[in-house]
Structures are given as structure tokens and as C-alpha cells.
T-cell receptor, first 113, second 113 residues
Framework: DSGVTQTPKHLITATGQRVTLRCSPRSGDLSVYWYQQSLDQGLQFLIQYYNGEERAKGNILERFSAQQFPDLHSELNLSSLELGDSALYFC????????????FGEGSRLTVL | GESVGLHLPTLSVQEGDNSIINCAYSNSASDYFIWYKQESGKGPQFIIDIRSNMDKRQGQRVTVLLNKTVKHLSLQIAATQPGDSAVYFCAETAGQGAQKLVFGQGTRLTINP
């Protein structure tokens, strides 16, 4: 158990809809990262927050947004969903913004029909 | 641009043998490299990291070797066990810690009894 909690574990929705994925980082971790893992694809970095502020942005679509709240939990919002958005979405946390040792949650599997 | 690739998508070894998983990178500015293990149905798990000022680092049953001349990274697992079955990802970044961590496609390691 990494200590990172993601909800929901599974989510099935239709094209055009909007969903919110939630992540609670490990206790004490200030950095939260979001990654997308599509079938047979590697992990694609989406976005990082550190202590409530956006720190780095990767290949995150404009239809996607995220935020980190004062209690350090984070939410990833996916809107106008398309079939290609079906993927595993991982949240990870770390103690600081410059370590490569990330602790990943078990992911939220999104299926868009 | 940055790219991290793996020589082989699958690797099959006998239980008890040593495993070697290879990874090539193209960004000569990369200075921090990490190996992650992802078991089925779980999030990636940090194994070991190495900075560019080193060429070898050892952990428990694992050794990472870095050859900056040919931009090659390898993960050696000693006395491979059934629990080592997983997909192994190398990841690299250039001077920004985990902010722009680029993951490779992954190698699936299968252990034969």
C-alpha cells in the first residue's frame, strides 16, 4: 500500500460527459502528480501540483483541468470526454518537487463509451 | 526531443536466474534516471534511481548501471523470483526532478518456474 488513495477505482461514462477523479496523497506529501496510462502505452505526465500551486504541465489536454486543495488532496477534471480518453489515470505523490521517488495510487480506470 | 525507449518489450527468464532490462535514452541533458515496477492491477512502484554523476548503484537484489557515453541504462535483478514478474519502466528527467519525468514504454518480465 503506497498510502495514496484514488477514487473511484472504476468509472464508465459516455462521450461528451464530464468526470472528476480524486486523489489523496500520502500523509505529509506536498507534491501531487497526475499521469495517464492508455492501453499498451507508457505513462504520460499530465500535471503536477506542489502545496496547492501548479508546478509543471505535461501533455494535458485543454479539456482536462486539475487542482490541489488546501488539505492537499487533488482532483482531475475531464470534460467533453472522447473515446480516446479511456485510460488508467494515476495519481502520485512525493515529499518534494525534486525527487524521482513517486508513490503511485492504484489508479482510476476510466471507460468512455 | 526527449525520448526514452526500451530495447525489448518482453523478457522471459528462469526463476533463480539474473534478469537484465535495458533502456536507451536520447536526451543528453538527462541527469536523473529512475526504474519503476508495475505489477498487474497496481500503480508503479519506485525501485531505484541513479544520478548522472554515478555509473552504478546497488539496492536490494537490484543494480542500475548507467552508461552516459551511449545513453544506456540497465536494471539488473539478481536471483529472479516469481514476485519480480511485472512491467518495468525506466524514466528520465533533466534537472527538474520528477516534474518532467518521461517514462519509457516498459518491458514485461515473465518468470518461468
Amino acid at each position: 500500500d503506497s498510502g495514496v488513495t484514488q477514487t473511484p477505482k472504476h468509472l464508465i461514462t459516455a462521450t461528451g460527459q464530464r468526470v472528476t477523479l480524486r486523489c489523496s496523497p500520502r500523509s505529509g506529501d506536498l507534491s501531487v502528480y497526475w499521469y495517464q496510462q492508455s492501453l499498451d502505452q507508457g505513462l504520460q505526465f499530465l500535471i503536477q501540483y506542489y502545496n496547492g500551486e501548479e508546478r509543471a504541465k505535461g501533455n494535458i489536454l485543454e479539456r482536462f483541468s486539475a487542482q490541489q486543495f488546501p488539505d492537499l488532496h487533488s482532483e482531475l477534471n475531464l470534460s467533453s470526454l472522447e473515446l480516446g480518453d479511456s485510460a488508467l489515470y494515476f495519481c502520485a505523490s512525493s515529499t518534494g518537487p525534486y525527487t524521482g521517488e513517486l508513490f503511485f495510487g492504484e489508479g482510476s480506470r476510466l471507460t468512455v463509451l | 526531443g526527449e525520448s526514452v525507449g526500451l530495447h525489448l518489450p518482453t523478457l522471459s527468464v528462469q526463476e533463480g536466474d539474473n534478469s537484465i532490462i535495458n533502456c536507451a535514452y536520447s536526451n543528453s541533458a538527462s541527469d536523473y534516471f529512475i526504474w519503476y515496477k508495475q505489477e498487474s492491477g497496481k500503480g508503479p512502484q519506485f525501485i531505484i534511481d541513479i544520478r548522472s554523476n554515478m555509473d552504478k548503484r546497488q539496492g536490494q537484489r537490484v543494480t542500475v548501471l548507467l552508461n552516459k557515453t551511449v545513453k544506456h541504462l540497465s536494471l539488473q535483478i539478481a536471483a529472479t523470483q516469481p514476485g519480480d514478474s511485472a512491467v518495468y519502466f525506466c524514466a528520465e528527467t533533466a534537472g527538474q526532478g520528477a516534474q518532467k519525468l518521461v517514462f519509457g514504454q516498459g518491458t514485461r518480465l515473465t518468470i518461468n518456474p
